[in-house]
């Protein structure tokens, strides 16, 4: 059980990215899948999250409007689209699935698996 983030990089302000995540070992159509990040000294906050069916997502206040999440499940893929960005989004972001087909708010302790982090770092 695996899942591998993607995408990171330096972008500037206003700019885009578009972070994957690729699951291997299991059949991620099953689960919900979260991102989270987690920038220097603060502690790791839910970003948006995406039943398994991918018919309904959630959002943290602060990425609402920039940033979507999608899924393509015969990919077993989770993709985050990042718009707008900000120099407050730059974080470690790392994906993450939960063994239920629901999201659940965005405590890190709901979910099962996790993958690596991939590095986004918005600067001018």
């Known amino acids: 059980v695996q899942l591998q983030a993607s995408g990171g990089g330096p972008v500037q302000p206003g700019g885009s990215l578009r972070l994957s995540c690729a699951a291997s070992?299991?059949?991620?159509?099953?689960?919900?899948v979260a991102w989270f990040r987690q920038a220097p000294g603060k502690e790791r906050e839910g970003v948006a999250c995406i039943r398994n069916s991918g018919s309904s997502t959630s959002y943290a206040k602060s990425v609402e409007g920039r940033f979507t999440i999608s899924r393509d499940n015969p990919k077993n893929t989770v993709t985050l689209q990042m718009n707008s960005l900000k120099p407050e989004d730059t974080a470690e972001y790392y994906c993450a699935s939960r063994r239920y087909e629901l999201c659940d708010g965005f405590s890190p302790n709901q979910y099962d698996y996790w993958g690596q982090g991939t590095l986004v770092t918005v600067s001018s």
């Open positions: 070992g299991f059949a991620l159509k099953y689960y919900a």
